[in-house]
């Protein structure tokens, strides 16, 4: 199985700041990862897959880089809507594991 | 707009079989697998497994042979079963839809894109 590891698990910011949060597939997973959103109480919501490309509706401020191991997901601008906890998920194989998830609190 | 509604039983007991089942709401129900997720109170995310229309199935090895996931395509429905259930089972359970599929001999996986309300299941005696 492929093993996804997050980091950090947490992190406080402001509304305006630039954050970023990564994402380390325990091998390569090319470019088969996917970042979602969830809020308490909510299902989570995708916001990018194939590992840049940004869903449908989306806002711009969310942007994804990586390949192969090594990924990340950064929030620029962060919105008060933003504060949430955010998951990465590979795709490459099953099962396609999800990291321990990153939650992102007001500072 | 696609909507995804699940259903099923939310308190079981030990060594009961969990069931659950999920109705796809509009749009096609070919070219995408049919997902199964839960998280557990305060966890993260666990990806169940999940099936196609032709009802070919993958699922994860850490719940090892526990789990059914199946399809009735003539009801645009898809169901999960976790047999010998324990505390450990206690979980949110979302149904869900992945874009995912081939395009030739190319693999694409374009995550999962529409998510189900959600059920939760306890398992108490």
């Known amino acids: 199985d492929i093993q996804m590891t997050q980091s950090p698990s947490s992190l406080s910011a402001s509304v305006g700041d630039r954050i970023t949060i990564t994402c380390r597939a325990s091998q390569s997973i090319h470019t088969y990862l996917s970042w979602y959103q969830q809020k308490p109480g909510k299902a989570p919501k995708l916001l990018i897959y194939s590992a840049s490309t940004l869903q449908n509706g989306v806002p711009s401020r969310f942007s994804g880089s990586g390949s192969g191991t090594d990924f990340a997901l950064s929030i620029s601008n962060l919105q008060p809507e933003d504060f949430a906890t955010y998951y990465c998920q590979q795709g490459f194989s099953s099962p396609r594991d999800f990291g321990q998830g990153t939650l992102v609190e007001v500072k | 707009q696609v909507q995804l509604r699940q259903w099923g039983a939310g308190l079981l007991k030990p060594s009961e079989t969990l069931s659950l089942t999920c109705g796809v709401d509009?749009?096609?129900?070919?070219?995408?697998?049919w997902s199964w997720i839960r998280q557990s109170p305060g966890k993260g995310l666990e990806w169940i497994g999940e099936?196609?229309?032709?009802?070919?199935?993958t699922h994860n090895p850490s719940l090892k042979s526990r789990v059914f996931i199946s399809v009735d395509t003539s009801k645009n429905q898809f169901s999960l079963m976790v047999t010998s259930v324990t505390a450990a089972d206690t979980a949110v359970y979302y149904c869900?839809?992945?874009?995912?599929?081939?395009?030739?001999?190319?693999?694409?996986?374009?995550?999962?894109?529409?998510w189900g309300q959600g059920t939760t299941v306890i398992v108490s005696s």
């Open positions: 509009g749009g096609s129900f070919s070219d995408y697998q």
């Open positions: 099936i196609t229309h032709t009802g070919s199935t």
């Open positions: 869900a839809r992945a874009l995912s599929g081939y395009s030739g001999y190319n693999f694409y996986y374009n995550g999962i894109d529409v």
